[in-house]
């Protein structure tokens, strides 16, 4: 079995997930991480597991340029019709609308998280609009939505971005392991 996990940030992806890619990759399953090329550093690359098939990709994870966000689905697209992963993880805003469109289109199940809605939900400006008009829809094509508190849970079903079958809580946390951000261990 092949899993994808792409995020917005090399570090993220392995602060808050290489328990899980380890963990898949103790159970022999295929992992390919999709970031950033900006986002790697040459300390963070060296922690990236060995099994683990990487693609750096084109994308501004802060930016809003209609064009350059086109060729960053684009190239995931390209990737998952490659890999042809049997899920595809998306962890932050632009992997989770670009990605779920990519997965979809080539019928590949997709799993999103939600760790915060920020500037989505922070404004009414234009930018702010169609962002959440292309978040609701990602969303809701999505097999399933996770998220880390009641806050984002509620608002989510409060404003129909996702059913509630789609929506998964994970009440305590995703099970990052604090302690290798807690100092003096």
Request: with cysteine; proline share 4%.
């Amino acid at each position: 079995m092949t899993l994808l996990l792409s995020d917005n940030g090399l570090r993220a992806l392995l602060n808050f997930r290489l328990d899980v890619i380890n963990h898949f990759l103790n159970k022999n399953y295929n992992v390919v991480l999709v970031y950033p090329k900006s986002t790697s550093e040459p300390e963070l690359l060296k922690k990236i597991p060995e099994q683990c098939k990487v693609y750096e990709v084109f994308m501004i994870p802060t930016g809003n340029n209609p064009l350059k966000d086109f060729s960053y689905f684009r190239q995931l697209k390209r990737i998952f019709k490659t890999e042809k992963p049997d899920i595809v993880f998306n962890y932050t805003i632009k992997p989770n609308i670009y990605g779920t469109f990519a997965a979809k289109l080539l019928k590949i199940k997709v799993i999103d998280m939600v760790a915060g809605l920020g500037y989505v939900f922070t404004g009414n400006g234009i930018k702010n609009i169609i962002a959440r008009t292309l978040y609701k829809t990602a969303l809701r094509m999505s097999d399933r939505v996770i998220v880390l508190n009641t806050y984002n849970y509620d608002l989510l079903l409060a404003n129909k971005f996702v059913q509630k079958e789609q929506l998964i809580l994970f009440k305590g946390g995703e099970g990052v392991n604090l302690q290798q951000f807690c100092y003096g261990n």
